[in-house]
């Protein structure tokens, strides 16, 4: 039996996530844990990133956060996977997070 390497994804690494985007010595400071949910570092598209909102209770994917080329910001979009609804408190703790990403331009 051979011994394969395990992969390791952006998502399941803050590690990675301060590689891709520390600059120099500085590394962002994100609030991304929030009472009912969570943001999960994805991957970096182009030269933004992409995130994915994520139930604390169930870990099941809301949705993600990503750039819109087009608006020139950070748009959620929900998953087309299965119905979703939100609280006002969870569309405040989105807006809070895609209001960190554009400041920060991220």
């Known amino acids: 039996m051979s011994k394969k390497k395990q992969k390791v994804f952006p998502e399941e690494s803050w590690d990675l996530y301060q590689k891709y985007w520390s600059d120099k010595d500085e590394t962002p400071k994100l609030k991304t844990r929030y009472k009912y949910i969570h943001f999960k570092f994805v991957t970096r598209l182009t030269n933004r990133s992409k995130w994915n909102c994520v139930n604390n209770r169930s870990n099941r994917i809301l949705g993600s956060v990503e750039w819109e080329r087009e608006w020139k910001q950070f748009i959620f979009t929900p998953t087309r996977k299965f119905q979703t609804i939100y609280s006002a408190s969870c569309l405040k703790d ?10 920060k331009g991220f």
């Open 94 to 103: 989105i807006e809070h997070f895609i209001t960190q990403l554009n400041q």
